[in-house]
C-alpha cells in the first residue's frame, strides 16, 4: 500500500474518538468546542479580574 492510499483510508483529525458526539455534524462540533474555548476564556479572564 502507497503511503498515498494509506493517507485515504486513515480517518482524518476531526474523526477521532472523543471529539464529535454521537449525530453530531463537523460544524455543529466546531462551534462547540469554540463556544467551550470562549466560555473558559472568559472565566479565566474574569479570575484574572479578581486578582
Known amino acids: 500500500?502507497?503511503?498515498c492510499a494509506a493517507w485515504v483510508?486513515?480517518?482524518p483529525p476531526y474523526m477521532?474518538?472523543?471529539k464529535r458526539k454521537a449525530g453530531e455534524g463537523i460544524?455543529?462540533?466546531c462551534r462547540r468546542k469554540t463556544?467551550?474555548?470562549?466560555e473558559l476564556k472568559?472565566?479565566?479572564d474574569e479570575e484574572?479580574?479578581?486578582r
Open 16 to 18: 477521532a474518538e472523543g
Open 27 to 29: 460544524v455543529s462540533m
Open 35 to 38: 463556544a467551550q474555548r470562549a
Open 48 to 50: 484574572n479580574k479578581k
Open 9 to 11: 483510508t486513515s480517518d
Open 42 to 44: 472568559a472565566k479565566k
Open 1 to 3: 500500500m502507497s503511503d
